[in-house]
T-cell receptor, first 112, second 111 residues
């Protein structure tokens, strides 16, 4: 069966520090991969998605970037965090464009 | 542009009090409808996929139904452990990889 791993679960970082969140998927090949951010009491905001190695689509211009160095690995990064980057970050995968997404357990990021 | 609207935003029920959550959508050709459950501090958990009007899916106390314009998530005799936020979503249009999510219904079931 397929599983998705996302870490760390929580993270507290000072303003101006770098960020690296990692997500890996097991049990499938060539998944579509997604990074979402969810603000408290608000909906899911799509940040990036990827349909293949090295291919990244950005949905929201911001202080973040994403990379897909391997088929089942998706990384969310920032060179310098802003206070506004605080939030709940979710990684997800799907088999195809019309398949449901399967989410990781998220990373709670607090920028201080 | 696809739109997905969920109502109500929040719902409080007594244990055993059945009710329904609504997900209405405006899409250019229905390509499926997904339901998720999200517990606080966790990622959404996939529940159901519905592909055609008239289709129904069940899981324990939950039953999802689909019409041409909306989907309902019926909760029969809910228990406190059913408390969560329920999200619905449609797949991307025209081969797009971007699904459209509703903002969710926050359900609280009191014992």
């Amino acid at each position: 069966s397929q599983t998705i791993h996302q870490w760390p679960a929580t993270l507290v970082q000072p303003v101006g520090s770098p960020l690296s969140l990692e997500c890996t998927v097991e049990g499938t090949s060539n998944p579509n991969l997604y990074w979402y951010r969810q603000a408290a009491g608000r909906g899911l905001q799509l940040l990036f998605y990827s349909v293949g190695i090295g291919q990244i689509s950005s949905e929201v211009p911001q202080n973040l970037s994403a990379s897909r160095p391997q088929d089942r690995q998706f990384i969310l990064s920032s060179k310098k965090l802003l206070l506004s980057d605080s939030g709940f970050y979710l990684c997800a995968w799907s088999e195809s464009y019309n398949s449901p997404l399967h989410f990781g357990n998220g990373t709670r990021l607090t920028v201080t | 542009e696809d739109q997905v609207t969920q109502s109500p935003e929040a719902l409080r029920l007594q244990e055993g009090e059945s009710s329904s959550l609504n997900c209405s959508y405006t899409v250019s050709g229905l390509r499926g409808l997904f339901w998720y459950r999200q517990d606080p501090g966790k990622g959404p958990e996939f529940l159901f996929t519905l592909y055609s009007a008239g289709e129904e899916k069940e899981k324990e106390r939950l039953k999802a139904t689909l019409t041409k314009k909306e989907s309902f998530l019926h909760i029969t005799a809910p228990k406190p452990e059913d408390s969560a936020t329920y999200l619905c979503a449609t797949p991307g249009a025209g081969g797009s990889y971007i699904p459209t999510f509703g903002r969710g219904t926050s359900l609280i079931v009191h014992p």
